[in-house]
Structure formats: C-alpha cells, structure tokens
T-cell receptor, first 110, second 113 residues
Framework: AQRVTQPEKLLSVFKGAPVELKCNYS??????LFWYVQYSRQRLQLLLR??SRESIKGFTADLNKGETSFHLKKPFAQEEDSAMYYC????????????FGAGTILRVKS | NAGVTQTPKFQVLKTGQSMTLQCAQD?????MSWYRQDPGMGLRLIHY???????DQGEVPNGYNVSRSTTEDFPLRLLSAAPSQTSVYFC????????????FGEGSWLTVV
C-alpha cells in the first residue's frame, strides 16, 4: 500500500535557522515523491519532486530509498517560508494516484 | 489559461441536502481527482478518474458520487450532506504519465450545519 508519514504537525524555527521537514513513505515499487506547499488560504503548489533534483526557493529534498525518506531541507529559513507543507507519493503500481501525508505547518519567527 | 476551476468557493448546507461541486480543467488532462482537506488529516483522496467514462474510489468515497462524461469536467456530488462532510475540497488534474505535475483548484469551503 501507499502511505506517507509526516511525523511533525508543527515546526517552529527562527529566521535564519536551518529547516528540515521530515517525510517517510511506504511503497512497493518505484515511487515518485513530491513536496507541495500551501500558503495561507491558497491552492496547493508543487514545490519540488525527486526526479527533477532541483532546488526551489532554496529548498532541496533527496530521495533515500534505504531509509524510505524524502526530507525537505533549507539551510536558512525566511519568514515567507511560513506555510503548510505536504509530502506526496505517486506510483504506476497504484494507478498513479497521488497520496498525501498529513502535512507539517512551518512557522518561521522573526 | 484558466487551469483548474472549482465552484462554488463557499457553501453552507443543511444536513440532508444534496449539492454538486463543479470542477473543470482546460488543459486536456486525462487524470482528475477530488480531495478533502481536514486539520491533522492532510489531503485524502475521495474519487479519481483516469479518463472520460472511467472513475474509481479513493480513500474516503462514502457519501460522494462522481461522474466523468467529458474530459474537461469532473463534478463531485454530495448525496445527503452530513456535518462530517464539513471540509475544504480540492479538485486536481494531471496530464498523462507519472512525471507530470498535478494542478490544483483554489478549493471549495463547505460547511454542513
């Protein structure tokens, strides 16, 4: 079965501090992992996905198949990073359905 | 380019009433889906469709119906609204292939009293 776990409901950091949002997954096959961000009362937007291996707004995420993790990292948090972050998983074995974790609220304090 | 459009944005329903949330996309995407977003639960998949005439259940399908008569439209029907269906609903679409980005609508805030 597909499952995504985000263990932290809320992560609060000071501006300039490093950020790591945790994501672990369960999947039988070759998954595709994503991070989506939702700013206050806005639609979800794709932040990044593992196949792109890119950095968006200073965020990076590396797929670790051994630990089944896809943690989101940023070296220096900014106030505008405050938002809800969702880790998501998709895979051909399950009809390419996109399954989300419960989400983590990131609060960056000044 | 409108992307994914959902209506209505806000709705209040009485218990037992029925209603339809509309979703349309203009990107010729085959894959469309409906999610509900609840605090602490993330986004849960209600129903999805991989093309016109094809629909399937997600994680939480009870109390909801969908149909996909055209590629563009994927309405979500609440048959007999219950307070447990108070939520924010998001429609999403994606082109063919697992690597394609999913695009979300702006959300529909539904309250059942």
């Amino acid at each position: 079965a597909q499952r995504v776990t985000q263990p932290e409901k809320l992560l609060s950091v000071f501006k300039g501090a490093p950020v790591e949002l945790k994501c672990n997954y369960s999947y039988s096959g070759s998954p595709e992992l994503f991070w989506y961000v939702q700013y206050s009362r806005q639609r979800l937007q794709l932040l990044l996905r593992h196949i792109s291996r890119e950095s968006i707004k200073g965020f990076t995420a590396d797929l670790n198949k051994g630990e089944t993790s896809f943690h989101l990292k940023k070296p220096f948090a900014q106030e505008e990073d405050s938002a809800m972050y969702y880790c998501a998983l998709s895979g051909r074995e399950y009809g390419n359905k996109l399954v989300f974790g419960a989400g983590t609220i990131l609060r960056v304090k000044s | 380019n409108a992307g994914v459009t959902q209506t209505p944005k806000f709705q209040v329903l009485k218990t037992g009433q029925s209603m339809t949330l509309q979703c349309a996309q203009d990107m010729n995407h085959e894959y469309m889906s409906w999610y509900r977003q609840d605090p602490g639960m993330g986004l849960r998949l209600i129903h999805y469709s991989v093309g016109a005439g094809i629909t399937d259940q997600g994680e939480v399908p009870n109390g909801y119906n969908v149909s996909r008569s055209t590629t563009e439209d994927f309405p979500l029907r609440l048959l007999s609204a219950a307070p447990s269906q108070t939520s924010v609903y998001f429609c999403a679409s994606r082109g063919e292939g697992a690597g394609n980005t999913i695009y979300f609508g702006e959300g529909s805030w539904l309250t059942v009293v």
